[in-house]
């Protein structure tokens, strides 16, 4: 089992920055992928960052460039620094793991909320 814990969401005017943790407790073995999802109002859960299996993230074009996601080698935690916040990135948050013969683990969300 893997336990997901978020935290570092809240409110942001357009242009700020917020920084997402999650921290991996559990077993960690076999852990494959690593990353960020989210929810907005009314639409369907999107990728944001991830790491697949290597050391190196790929990211949602319409992040790219605004959002760095880092972890540990241990895999242990994970953050998701996010700059130039806009509107349009107002969601709900979750931290997500994929284990080999095991498959997904969700954190519980974190609400982002960005003013114009």
């Known amino acids: 089992q893997v336990q997901l814990v978020e935290s570092g969401g809240g409110l942001v005017q357009a242009g700020g920055s917020l920084r997402l943790s999650c921290t991996v407790s559990g077993s960690l073995s076999s852990i494959h992928v690593m990353g960020w999802w989210r929810r907005a109002p009314g639409k369907e859960r999107e990728l944001v960052a991830r790491f697949m299996g290597g050391d190196y993230p790929e990211y949602a074009d319409s992040v790219k460039g605004r959002f760095t996601l880092s972890r540990d080698n241990a895999k242990s935690w994970m953050t998701l620094q996010m700059n130039s916040l806009k509107p349009e990135d107002t969601a709900v948050y979750y931290c997500?793991?994929?284990?080999?013969?095991?498959?997904?683990?969700w954190g519980q969300g974190t609400q982002v909320t960005v003013s114009s």
């Open positions: 997500h793991v994929w284990k080999w013969s095991r498959g997904d683990y």
